[in-house]
């Protein structure tokens, strides 16, 4: 799919078979991370820390699914333009399970007290088939973000604001500051 999204070719093979292997490998390491920050979210329980803990679920998930972007790709998309598509995958996907224990398991034991146990399997098929859009349309967008110019000026102003190149210069800038400190240096000595 991230192929398809990025418009590069496929690498099939022994070599997209390795890096597909590397992939899941790492992957579910991504996971119990992302295990790990809920495990403590759950542990401390302030309701004051929960933003906190929003912020690093989504900031593990996004750079599991940089880090899936740019090893399914080989590589071939730069990790520069491959972070805004993982941010705004990072915190879809935060989104999307947080909205999913509010609504499957009423759904889950709706769907298994009419179909049985098959009813527990449609309400899984139907939460992946609903986490797959998540990251199709969470990848697509994010393409279309990263390349759209308005957003790169944004991101360009937001990192001059950041460096202190944002500021605003006197009418010369920074060498008529020079010159006037200069002039002046002249006109006070006798």
């Given at each position: 799919m991230y192929e398809r999204?990025?418009?590069?070719?496929?690498?099939?093979?022994?070599?997209?078979?390795?890096?597909?292997?590397?992939w899941l490998l790492g992957w579910l390491i991504g996971l119990q991370g992302l295990s790990v920050v809920a495990w403590i979210d759950d542990q401390?329980?302030?309701?004051?820390?929960?933003?906190?803990?929003?912020?690093?679920?989504?900031?593990?998930?996004?750079?599991?699914?940089?880090?899936?972007?740019?090893?399914?790709?080989?590589?071939?998309?730069?990790?520069r333009a491959l972070l805004f598509p993982a941010l705004l995958t990072g915190a879809a996907v935060v989104a999307y399970s947080a909205g999913s224990t509010l609504v499957m398991p009423r759904y889950a034991t709706a769907s298994a007290d009419q179909f049985g146990s098959v009813g527990v399997v449609l309400a899984v098929a139907t939460w992946l088939v609903g986490f797959a859009g998540v990251m199709v349309v969470a990848a697509v967008v994010g393409r279309v973000l990263s390349e759209d110019e308005?957003?790169?000026?944004?991101?360009?102003?937001?990192?001059?604001?950041?460096?202190?190149?944002?500021?605003?210069?006197?009418?010369?800038?920074?060498?008529?500051?020079?010159?006037?400190?200069?002039?002046?240096?002249?006109?006070?000595?006798?």
């Open positions: 999204v990025w418009a590069q070719p496929h690498i099939g093979g022994l070599r997209g078979r390795r890096l597909c292997i590397g401390v329980d302030q309701v004051t820390l929960e933003p906190l803990w929003l912020a690093a679920k989504t900031a593990v998930a996004a750079m599991v699914w940089w880090w899936t972007m740019h090893v399914l790709m080989s590589g071939r998309v730069c990790w308005f957003t790169r000026r944004l991101i360009r102003r937001g990192r001059e604001l950041l460096d202190g190149r944002g500021r605003v210069l006197p009418a010369g800038g920074p060498e008529g500051e020079r010159r006037d400190h200069g002039q002046q240096a002249d006109r006070e000595q006798p």
